[in-house]
């Protein structure tokens, strides 16, 4: 079992900054793949981004060139590193584990382990 826990989440003004961080604990692994979903109100849940082992980075084109997701594996841990904020990013984000090792995964169901989520709210 692998749990997961982010934190990091709030309230930033349009154009700021947030650095999300994701705390993985029990049976860890960093060669599989980790990823950063999220989902807003009444939408479903999304994809942001993933990193594999390597490390190899991937991003949904709605975040593109603003977020920057990294893992330390001494640390067990994966960061979102969020700037240039946008209202229409506002949602809770989840970091979660992917089924697979050294892939780009971005579909929600190629993930099996997920933490509790933390909001992020971008006033406008």
């Known amino acids: 079992q692998v749990q997961l826990v982010e934190s990091g989440g709030g309230l930033v003004q349009t154009g700021g900054s947030l650095r999300l961080s994701c705390a993985v604990s029990?049976?860890?692994?960093?060669?599989?793949?980790m990823g950063w979903f999220r989902q807003a109100p009444g939408k479903e849940r999304e994809f942001v981004a993933a990193?594999?082992?390597?490390?190899?980075?991937y991003y949904s084109d709605s975040v593109k060139g603003r977020f920057s997701i990294s893992s330390d594996n001494a640390k067990n841990a994966v960061y979102l590193q969020m700037n240039s904020l946008k209202p229409e990013d506002t949602a809770v984000y989840y970091c979660?584990?992917?089924?697979?090792?050294?892939?780009?995964?971005?579909?929600?169901?190629?993930?099996?382990?997920w933490g509790q989520g933390t909001q992020v709210t971008v006033s406008s």
């Open positions: 979660a584990r992917g089924r697979r090792r050294y892939r780009p995964l971005t579909m929600r169901d190629d993930y099996d382990a």
């Open positions: 990193v594999t082992w390597g490390p190899s980075t």
């Open positions: 029990g049976r860890t692994d960093s060669t599989y793949t």
